[in-house]
């Protein structure tokens, strides 16, 4: 694929990911056994996974980014496995939102567009750093989702199911990142990645 064609892919993935209706190629993690919640649990459930599918929709415009910039076929190889797990991730996250009744995010535009920026970054900064990018960034997304099992609903089995099986995906993200030589990024960045992405959080979960 050449530079312009991928501009395109890149360009039309953008607009899948932030107004159409994505479609897992796995099956939807966990019951289908609705647990009995209140009103107040289920906006609570709803709000949390907002955030995740938020997560996901940068997750999506993140690698994208990478793969365009990446200088080694077998790193961009990698970070397009990455994101077709990731497009489960934002197929399940829709579908637990609309179960619960909640809303997506009014800022998704931004948020891919931000992350898409971010993304291309990481790239021209050459395959190790792009690497050791992907390996923090799920290091720090695994960390959050252990948080919103903590914040989800106890009866909310539905949620818990999927936030389990990202947080599972995302460790084996940063390992294959490592593995295929993805170097440790200076503490000031992931200080910054941090930063960046509470602010994310506090956010997604409002608007």
């Known amino acids: 694929m050449n530079r312009l064609d991928q501009l395109i892919s890149t360009f039309d993935l953008g607009l899948r990911t932030v107004f159409a209706t994505p479609h897992a190629g796995r099956p939807y993690p966990g019951s289908p056994q609705e647990a009995e919640m209140s009103e107040a649990e289920r906006a609570h459930a709803a709000a949390l996974?907002?955030?995740?599918?938020?997560?996901?929709?940068?997750?999506?415009a993140l690698y994208a980014g990478q793969a365009l910039t990446a200088k080694n076929a077998q790193v961009r190889a990698e970070l397009?496995?990455?994101?077709?797990?990731?497009?489960?991730?934002?197929?399940?996250?829709?579908?637990?939102?609309?179960?619960?009744?909640?809303?997506?995010?009014?800022?998704?535009?931004?948020?891919?567009?931000?992350?898409?920026?971010?993304?291309?970054v990481a790239g021209l900064l050459g395959d190790k750093w792009n690497l050791g990018f992907l390996a923090e960034t799920e290091r720090q997304v695994e960390a959050h989702l252990e948080g919103h099992l903590q914040k989800l609903p106890e009866a909310d089995a539905r949620s818990r199911a999927v936030v389990e099986q990202m947080k599972v995906d995302e460790a084996q993200h940063a390992q294959t990142a490592v593995v295929h030589g993805?170097?440790?990024?200076?503490?000031?960045?992931?200080?910054?990645m941090r930063a960046a992405a509470d602010v994310m959080r506090q956010t997604a979960s409002r608007i």
Do not use: Y
């Open 182 to 192: 993805g170097a440790p990024l200076p503490l000031p960045v992931k200080w910054a």
């Open 49 to 60: 996974m907002r955030v995740n599918h938020v997560g996901e929709v940068c997750a999506q």
């Open 80 to 120: 397009e496995h990455a994101a077709r797990e990731e497009t489960d991730h934002l197929a399940w996250c829709e579908q637990r939102i609309n179960e619960l009744g909640g809303r997506k995010s009014l800022l998704n535009p931004f948020w891919f567009g931000g992350a898409l920026g971010i993304g291309v």
